[in-house]
């Protein structure tokens, strides 16, 4: 019997499947509230406080609380972090 008929195959992988790091709201409560964020938050700032890696793409999740207005650009946003974001007087903008 051949390896390849030998060898179980299960699953299906997407080549196309994009990956996103998950950040959430406290999260951005807790670097706003260290000082590190003031009122911008970008994927750059990310990158350079050690959150993410330059080569990830960032999903802003509604998981905490928000209590400061923040201008917040990143690749995507869940609905209720992106109502939340507004309903603390910010910004959210996708890349």
Known sequence: MPLQRRVPKFGFTNINRKEY???????????????????????????????????????ILGGGELKTALKVSVHKFTASAKAAIEAAGGEAISL
């Open 21 to 59: 790091k998950g950040i959430n709201l406290g999260k951005l409560q807790e670097l706003v509230d260290s000082k590190v964020i003031k009122d911008t938050v970008s994927f750059e700032n990310l990158v350079e406080n050690g959150v993410v890696d330059k080569n990830d793409m960032v999903k």
